[in-house]
């Protein structure tokens, strides 16, 4: 046992109160516009607006997530020693608040860049903004580790966070496309919307910092030494449940990004309705609203395992249907779509309510080495959001897919439509699947449970 273990139960149950969740929960509004709008459009801005050839465009998504495997750990580090040195993580916090200047940099595209600058240019505000998004969202993802809070009431607090994530993603997920000018979308649309909801990401983001220090001031963070940066790293990367834990969700991760990034494909190549796309778009995200309080539920009465398992085959089972494509039916593909979005929502909140129990579990760990943890983890989370979308471009260049400028309309092979099809639906599946039997080999949550 740790230090950690040996505190009393009562600081253990703390019961967190429901203004300092509200306001914690808020910062997700702001990295929810990070995580999925460039998701949803960045490929498609790529190819489709900025000429930029399929394979190119995946590289350039790509590359710069390869920094972060490097980048989140070392923020991670940093993180701690803020925590030990100043008793708060809240300056890296607050330098992370610029990631809405990056973000809206990432859609401005000067006017004569087209095909490989054009690429350049996105790619070195990529890792400009998921430099920024380390530094916001690591020492953020370490409150749930640091406060002196049980197993179940660490899947509450992510419970609020997720709502509010769930909320930024839809909100974000519908805006975007609109703001851009939907079908007739432009370089100076695209600019437009990256100004409009960088705007919305600061001011969500400086309250999730407010929101953390009043939940530090419910539940303090445990001031019990330890030890933090490069041993912690080391002792996260020997924990056998923290790596089954972590393989099985960068396999969730790239498969969820991989919807994402083929949500525009499919809706205007397959559906033959680039309007569509925002309604994919909700029925993927806005399940997560109304089920996420069952998912609460259904991980208190059956462990966050077991639910977490039945979430994994339920998205596999559902892009299953979406690789039939239109002789399905459009209503059959909308609900299709909407089964992901309740699989995705347990995929969101169970994991991040694993992690800290893995952290609390390490039998080296303590909370001054929750941000390292953390640190492995967002890499894992950024990598899986760079594999997604490259997967499917890909699909897309092996099926020959003709990249085009804003008001082009090129004829696509039958190959590259197949892509489109199959990428989006039997490639997720095949993926989900991989990633329930990594899940599979986490044995941590019974115990996790019983002793909570």
Request: proline share 6%.
């Amino acid at each position: 046992m740790t230090g950690l273990d040996r505190r009393p139960a009562a600081a253990t149950d703390a019961t967190l109160p429901r203004g300092p969740l509200a306001g914690f929960a808020a910062g997700s509004l702001g990295m929810g516009v990070w995580v999925t709008v460039p998701g949803l459009l960045l490929l498609y801005f790529l190819t489709d607006v900025l000429a930029v050839g399929p394979w190119l465009a995946g590289l350039a998504l790509l590359l710069p997530k390869i920094a972060d495997v490097l980048l989140h750990p070392w923020v991670g580090h940093r993180a701690d020693v803020e925590q030990t040195r100043r008793g708060d993580r809240r300056r890296l916090l607050l330098l992370g608040c610029a990631l809405p200047v990056a973000f809206a940099a990432l859609f401005a595209v000067p006017g004569g860049l087209t095909g490989a600058a054009a690429a350049a240019w996105v790619a070195v505000f990529f890792i400009a903004g998921n430099l920024l998004f380390a530094a916001y969202q690591v020492p953020y993802l370490s409150t749930p580790a640091d406060l002196r809070i049980g197993y179940h009431e660490r899947t509450r607090l992510m419970a609020f966070r997720m709502v509010v994530l769930t909320l930024g993603i839809l909100v974000s997920g519908l805006l975007a496309p609109l703001l851009t000018g939907g079908d007739a979308a432009t370089r100076g649309g695209y600019q437009r919307m990256g100004v409009v909801l960088a705007v919305g990401m600061l001011v969500a983001m400086l309250v999730g910092v407010a929101g953390i220090a009043r939940l530090r001031g419910s539940a303090p963070a445990s001031t019990t030494s330890g030890h933090g940066g490069w041993r912690a790293l080391r002792t996260a990367l020997r924990d056998r449940q923290f790596r089954w834990l972590v393989a099985a969700y960068l396999a969730m991760s790239t498969t969820t990004h991989l919807v994402l990034a083929g949500v525009p494909y499919y809706a205007e190549y397959e559906l033959r309705a680039p309007g569509l796309t925002t309604v994919l778009v909700a029925a993927f995200v806005a399940p997560a609203l109304l089920v996420t309080p069952a998912w609460l539920v259904v991980a208190r009465r059956v462990g966050k395992q077991r639910a977490l398992l039945g979430a994994q085959g339920a998205f596999a089972i559902g892009s299953l249907v979406l690789a039939v494509g239109r002789p399905a039916g459009l209503p059959v593909l909308v609900a299709a779509v909407a089964v992901l979005g309740v699989a995705f929502a347990g995929m969101q909140l169970l994991p991040f309510s694993m992690l800290p129990d893995v952290i609390r579990a390490a039998s080296n760990a303590s909370a001054t080495g929750a941000g390292t943890y953390t640190g492995v983890w967002t890499a894992t989370e950024a990598t899986g959001a760079a594999l997604g979308p490259y997967a499917y471009a890909l699909c897309l260049t092996v099926g020959g897919f003709v990249a085009s400028t804003a008001g082009e309309s090129p004829v696509q092979p039958d190959a590259a439509l197949a892509a489109v099809r199959y990428g989006f639906g039997l490639l997720p599946a095949v993926a989900m699947l991989a990633a329930l039997l990594l899940q599979r080999r986490y044995t941590l949550d019974a115990t996790a449970r019983a002793t909570s």
